[in-house]
């Protein structure tokens, strides 16, 4: 399993269960990874870890997190003979790159936001003055979920444009259209020919109540989102169908999973970003309910007979309350003390993610710290129970949002 947050986490634990497994190591982990796993040092060389697996005799890899999916992890697995379940870099570009993602949609006909790019700041700072605010100005490259900025006056549009536009080179942008209506996301699983979608999901984007404030790369998630009737079956004929032929018709078979982040519009689903791996935390949320073998599932993909396998799932609903450290997004405070109890309350999850083991206990040492995944047979016994692991948590100013799941329950 590569990887060392919440979302590697609930993967780590989904794929303990399996009784395919023999053996799981994580790289680098986390210390409720360490639990299921054997952590392994990895300081994010690509070839290094394919070595490394190819010596210890890896059978299947797992990968979380996008950048080293974008850096070419999985070409670098392939090229040893290693399976690997996740996209190759060529493929992995829908997340890498959001101006070739809008490119690629609008060559296949797939729903998105009317957009332009730019790498010039002067170019797109004249282009904002045409069309206004509101706006979505969004860094083209990875940015962990924090690269969106919904501007509500032309001046904060400006300033997001420029400040991206100011830093590295070959930095680029794209200023979209305001979407309005709900955000749902759908992840699918992919061979490169069959498509099977995961139970829809919704995320909670912004840091506080409300919806308000910056945003972050996820407070929380609930599953299922209770979609229309006829509209998951619209998302796969209009979005996933037509992206996984798409790329296959240019050359690149995606395997993996697909991420499609959804505004349902009066004019239907459009797309706002696509991305090549599972999100963080709706996977926290979708996997407890998934009853069919991750490992099962992960082995047809890569192996290219997803048509064999369906999948199944448990009755339940389900929500993810991400506990933050204080100062995130920006400045998160690391080294802070936290416990878990000892026995969690009833159909409570601890998924942890900024965290590190110390001889004083777990301390923090990133912004988003854990993930507490609340179970129960409604959407609202879900939430409830979330909650009441929140409480159970020693974490001192910790910060989250008290409302997720609230606007559907």
């Not at 303990?16 to 053996?23: D, G, I, W």
């Not at 349902?264 to 926290?284: H, I, M, S, W």
């Not at 192996?303 to 100062?327: F, I, K, N, T």
Request: aromatic content about 6%.
């Amino acid at each position: 399993m590569v990887g060392s947050g919440g979302r590697e986490h609930a993967i780590c634990w989904k794929v303990a269960q399996s009784p395919l497994v023999r053996e799981l190591y994580a790289a680098p982990g986390n210390p409720g990874m360490a639990e299921l796993a054997e952590c392994v040092p990895w300081d994010g060389d690509v070839q290094g870890l394919a070595e490394w697996a190819d010596r210890e005799g890896i059978e299947l890899t797992l990968v979380g997190p996008e950048a080293p999916l974008v850096e070419g992890i999985a070409d670098a697995f392939l090229t040893r003979g290693l399976k690997i379940f996740g996209p190759t870099q060529q493929a992995a570009m829908i997340e890498g790159s959001k101006a070739y993602a809008k490119g690629l949609m609008e060559r296949l006909g797939i729903p998105t936001a009317k957009h332009r790019s730019f790498s010039d700041v002067l170019d797109a700072l004249a282009y904002l003055e045409t069309v206004g605010a509101p706006i979505v100005v969004k860094d083209s490259g990875l940015a962990a979920g924090k690269g969106v900025t919904v501007a509500t006056s032309l001046q904060q549009a400006k300033q997001a444009a420029t400040n991206i536009l100011s830093g590295p080179e070959r930095a680029e942008i794209v200023i979209e259209e305001f979407l309005s209506g709900s955000e749902v996301t759908v992840l699918a699983l992919t061979d490169g020919i069959t498509i099977k979608p995961l139970l829809p999901s919704q995320d909670h984007k912004r840091l506080l109540d409300g919806d308000t404030g910056p945003m972050t790369g996820g407070m929380g998630a609930i599953c299922p989102y209770p979609l229309a009737p006829g509209l998951m079956t619209e998302i796969i004929e209009r979005v996933l169908k037509p992206l996984v032929g798409g790329l296959r018709a240019e050359g690149i078979v995606y395997k993996g999973v697909i991420y499609a982040g959804l505004m349902l519009t009066d004019d239907g689903p459009k797309v706002l970003e696509f991305n090549a791996r599972f999100g963080d935390p709706e996977c926290q949320a979708i996997l407890p309910l998934l009853k069919t073998d991750l490992v099962e599932l992960a082995l047809a993909v890569v192996e290219g007979r997803l048509h064999e396998l369906d999948l199944s799932w448990h009755p339940l609903a389900s929500a993810c309350v991400v506990m933050a450290a204080p100062g995130y997004p920006n400045d998160p405070q690391k080294g802070l003390p936290l416990s878990l109890p000892q026995v969690p309350p009833e159909q409570v999850l601890y998924f942890q993610a900024g965290t590190r083991r110390s001889p004083q206990g777990l301390r923090t040492s990133g912004g988003r710290v854990l993930g507490v995944v609340g179970l129960g047979k409604d959407l609202r016994q879900a939430v409830e129970r979330a909650y009441a692991g929140v409480n159970a948590v020693h974490f001192e100013h910790a910060v989250y949002r008290r409302d997720i799941g609230r606007k559907l329950v």
